[in-house]
Structures are given as C-alpha cells and as structure tokens.
T-cell receptor
Framework: AQKVTQAQTEISVVEKEDVTLDCVYE???????LFWYKQPPSGELVFLIR??????QNEISGRYSWNFQKSTSSFNFTITASQVVDSAVYFC?????????????FGKGTMLLVSP | DAMVIQNPRYQVTQFGKPVTLSCSQT?????MYWYQQKSSQAPKLLFH???????NEADTPDNFQSRRPNTSFCFLDIRSPGLGDAAMYLC??????????????FGPGTRLTVL
C-alpha cells in the first residue's frame, strides 16, 4: 500500500520568509510518480509539479523549488521569499502503476499562511 | 479558460433528498474522476471513468453513483444524502489512466451542504 505523510499541519510565516513543506512517502514499487498540488481558498486543486521516481534532479521554477531524495523517501517543497498569495493548502501526492491504471494517494496537506 | 468546470459551485440539499453534481471538461480527456474532500482532509477517490468503463473504489458507499453520457460530461448522483456526505466534491480529468506522463487536472469543486 502507498502512503504519503505531511507532518506539518499548518505553517505560518511572514511575507518574504522562505518556507519548506515536507513530504515523506512510502511505496514498495520501484516506479512511481510524485506530485505537489496547491489548493487556495477557492477550492480548486492546482497542479504544481510532477516528478518520476527515476529522475532525482531537483527542480526550480521561479520562487518554487523541489528537493527529491530517494534515499530518505522525501519530496520537499520550498517557497523562497513567500508572498501572501502563496497562502493555501499544499498537498503532496504519490501515484504508482497499478493494474492498467494509477491513482493518486494524497497526504493530509499542509496549510500555509503567509501574513503581510 | 476553464478546462474542468463544475456546477453548481455550492449545493444545498435536504437529508435524504437526491442530488446530482455536474462536471464537464474541454480537454477531451479519456479519464474523469470524482473525489470527496471533507473539511481539513485529503481528497478521497470515489470512482473514475476510463472512456465508458466505470471503476468504483472498493470503499465507496452504494449511495454514490455516477454517469458519463459522453466524453465531456460526468455526473455524481447521491441517492440519499446523509449529514456525513457534506463535503467538497472535486472532479478531475487525465488523458490516460496511467499517470506515467500525465497528471490529473481538477475542477473548482462543488461544496455540498446537507440540512
């Protein structure tokens, strides 16, 4: 069975601070895919990034960066110079190849509150 | 431009009164999903359609049904809503069932209140 743990339930920072959201996953599959989604108060889940298990390169996209480490089964997400608009719930998710289809296993989410 | 559209955004129903939630997509994706998300919890997959092939999750209550009359539309029917069914219902799509080179794209959700 797959499992995703986001130990941080809620994080509060002040604008311009850097913040890292932790994600630890469990799976016995050797091929899997990791995702981060953002859910603002409006409710829509917005796709941020997808990473394959065989690609451990870290990625940077503007103020966002992701650190994937298979050795610790972690896929952490860092926001640099946070802004109020970053306030949202962030979900980490795991997908494995199943019997012809794959589903997303979500963590419980981390609520990020960025205050001015 | 909205790609996954859900109507209505807010739905109020009475205990035991059937309700239907709607999802449409402009992506022409083969797969459509329905998730239930209760307050402060992760989304939970209820079922998905691959084209016309319906796949129910093992723990989805019989009270929940779905219809997909064509590629663009998918409906979630709750036959007899209980208070515990109050939640956000999220629709998602993907081009293939295998997320090897794809992801799921979510709509804005319908927040269901049961009185």
């Amino acid at each position: 069975a797959q499992k995703v743990t986001q130990a941080q339930t809620e994080i509060s920072v002040v604008e311009k601070e850097d913040v890292t959201l932790d994600c630890v996953y469990e799976t016995r599959d050797t091929t899997y895919y990791l995702f981060w989604y953002k859910q603002p108060p409006s409710g829509e889940l917005v796709f941020l990034i997808r990473r394959n298990s065989f690609d451990e390169q870290n990625e940077i996209s503007g103020r966002y960066s992701w650190n994937f480490q298979k050795s610790t089964s972690s896929f952490n997400f860092t926001i640099t110079a946070s802004q109020v608009v970053d306030s949202a719930v962030y979900f980490c998710a795991l997908s494995v190849e199943g019997s012809g289809y794959s589903t997303l296993t979500f963590g419980k989410g981390t609520m990020l509150l960025v205050s001015p | 431009d909205a790609m996954v559209i859900q109507n209505p955004r807010y739905q109020v129903t009475q205990f035991g009164k059937p309700v239907t939630l709607s999802c449409s997509q402009t992506l022409n994706h083969n797969v459509m999903y329905w998730y239930q998300q209760k307050s402060s919890q992760a989304p939970k997959l209820l079922f998905h359609y691959y084209d016309k092939d319906f796949n129910n999750e093992a723990d989805t209550p019989d009270n929940f049904q779905s219809r997909r009359p064509n590629t663009s539309f998918c409906f979630l029917d709750i036959r007899s809503p209980g208070l515990g069914d109050a939640a956000m219902y999220l629709c998602a799509t993907s081009s293939q069932r295998d997320l090897q080179s794809d992801t799921q794209y979510f709509g804005p959700g319908t927040r269901l209140t049961v009185l």
